[in-house]
């Protein structure tokens, strides 16, 4: 299933912020659709925070914002964050 999470990450859109908390709420949906545990869901949010930190420019504020946090943050700080992504994309 892991294979199947990142195959989604490439479908993540995050050139605006709306459009990042939608493009997530979908993968969001699908993963559990397919079956996706909440924990694993959870992990997986965590790798994908590293990759919005390593590959996503700061140039819009709300990433900026996102990436300085995420860079601040303790592992249990950014599991945090990694659920309330999640959260976030569920109300979108």
């Given amino acids: ?6 195959k989604m990450l490439n479908q993540l859109d995050a050139s605006s912020w709306e459009k990042w908390k939608k493009s997530l709420g979908n993968m969001v949906s699908q993963a559990e659709k397919i079956g996706v545990s909440q924990n694993m869901l959870e992990e997986f949010a965590v790798e994908f925070g590293d990759f919005l ?11 900026k914002a996102m990436k300085e946090l995420w860079e601040v943050a303790n592992e249990e700080e950014q599991k945090t964050l990694a659920r309330l992504m999640i959260k976030l994309s569920r109300n979108s």
């Fill in 1 to 6: 299933m892991k294979n199947e999470l990142k």
């Fill in 53 to 63: 930190d390593a590959n996503i420019s700061p140039d819009i504020p709300e990433n």
